[in-house]
């Protein structure tokens, strides 16, 4: 009984060993948006009136955008 066990450990570090170097590629090949020139968009603000990247932020100030999913409804 013993044995078995000790196989089946056994066997479940040999298989981790063998998919680790596949997950650490995979993550190296993830592509990372950083440095990538953004679109040139229009969104609401908050003050109900639209704001142009182009207009009022290129080449002005770095942006950094971010989304709440329903931020701003009541729970």
Not at 12 to 37: N, R, T
């Amino acid at each position: 009984m013993r044995g078995k066990t000790l196989v089946k450990w056994f066997g479940l570090f040999l298989m981790i060993l063998f998919l680790l170097p596949f997950s650490a590629h995979a993550a190296m090949e993830e592509k990372s948006l950083l440095g990538v020139e953004t679109p040139l968009f229009t969104l609401p603000s908050t003050q109900d009136r639209a704001i142009t990247y182009l207009n009022e932020y290129y080449g002005k100030h770095h942006l950094i955008i971010t989304f709440f999913p329903a931020a701003f409804t009541p729970t």
